[in-house]
């Protein structure tokens, strides 16, 4: 009876590895729950092949692999590189539609944008230079949520001012690099700066990612009132 419940209960734990992350809302109760399903389903396995040796090894074994990334030495990081794909993977969500607290191609907030572009990222550049630096910044992304107005407001040391203020169609671009951040001052908004005069947002009223002239495209929060801000990490050598 009781292996019949632990085999439930793991295959349980199995769904849930792949169901949460179908939500597109991001919160620190999902987290948890996704976190604890992994455990589950780790624990559940290991005790119900416990009696085969091969298997309960690497079932042992497991866990330590999986540290592996996150413990290799932090080197450097090419910012330059880095920032390419943070931009391109932003871009890669264009059309996608405007979900509060999403993080996701099933939906994505304006905060949620950049952050999970820069996350992904940062997951990427581990794999391909075994850096773990920038697996551990990716871990860190995904488990510390950052609202527009906390990064604005320097939230983890996770950007810098630039001190450009003004409107985005008024505002002078010339120290602004691909990747750059607009936080309204209000703090309801945030966009990021694409390159020659673009904006990528996750715009509420369009109801979708989309990608315009900060210059001539009529839009709302090309007038609102901005500060700009940089993520330190593109400060860093």
Not at 220 to 230: I, K, N
Request: proline share 5%; glycine share 12%; net charge positive.
């Amino acid at each position: 009876m009781w292996r019949r419940l632990i085999l439930i209960c793991t295959l349980g734990a199995f769904a849930g590895i792949f169901v949460i992350p179908l939500n597109p809302v991001n919160s620190k109760l999902l987290k948890l729950a996704f976190l604890g399903c992994i455990v589950g389903a780790w624990v559940g396995f290991t005790i119900l092949t416990w009696k085969r040796k091969p298997v309960r090894v690497a079932a042992l074994i497991l866990p330590l692999l999986a540290a592996v990334p996150f413990i290799l030495p932090g080197g450097e990081i090419d910012t330059d590189e880095l920032r390419q794909d943070y931009v391109r993977r932003m871009s890669e969500f264009e059309g996608t539609k405007y979900h509060w607290g999403g993080e996701s191609s099933r939906g994505i907030d304006c905060s949620g944008l950049p952050r999970r572009a820069l996350r992904d990222a940062l997951l990427a550049y581990g794999f391909r230079h075994f850096n773990g630096r920038a697996f551990r910044g990716c871990v860190e992304q995904w488990w510390f949520d950052a609202s527009a107005k906390a990064l604005g407001e320097g939230y983890r040391d996770y950007t810098r001012p630039l001190g450009a203020t003004g409107t985005i169609q008024e505002m002078d671009y010339d120290g602004l690099v691909p990747g750059d951040l607009a936080v309204t001052t209000s703090g309801v908004h945030i966009l990021a700066y694409a390159g020659d005069g673009q904006w990528i947002q996750a715009d509420p009223g369009i109801g979708a990612v989309a990608t315009l002239d900060g210059r001539t495209a009529d839009n709302g929060w090309f007038r609102t009132p901005v500060t700009t801000h940089r993520w330190q990490l593109f400060t860093q050598n």
